[in-house]
């Protein structure tokens, strides 16, 4: 499971979501360059020291993210106020990428969990 894997994943949906999920890749990458891409239940997935960071999935009406953490969507809950939410992941539109700094505080919340 590699980067290619996530390219493959991404480059085969269909507009708008390939470049909402390849947005989303990018911001993700700019929080922590060392992140290791894999396909992790058929979607991509982010990983750091063997942990999973991050995930992303398509689905018809909408995108995905998860901090794989219900700790994480917790502490964040009034950050995500606006979005559809479960325990361990959230929705939003396929031809918008989440704000950077979302991302930002999901992202290094998550790598401090598992540090």
Sequence with gaps: ???AEVTAYIE????PKRATLSAMRELILEVEPGLEQVIAW???AF???GKYVVGLCAFKNHLTL???SAEVMAAH?????DYVVSKSS???DVDAPLPKS?????VKARLAEIS
Excluded: H, R, T, V
């Excluded at 085969?12 to 507009?15: F, H, I, L, N, R």
């Design 47 to 49: 990983k750091f020291g």
């Design 102 to 106: 979302l991302i930002e505080k999901l």
């Design 12 to 15: 085969a949906q269909d507009e």
């Design 42 to 44: 058929g979607s991509p």
């Design 1 to 3: 499971m590699s980067a």
């Design 90 to 92: 959230f929705q939003f």
């Design 66 to 68: 998860s901090p794989q």
């Design 77 to 81: 809950a009034a950050d995500l106020a």
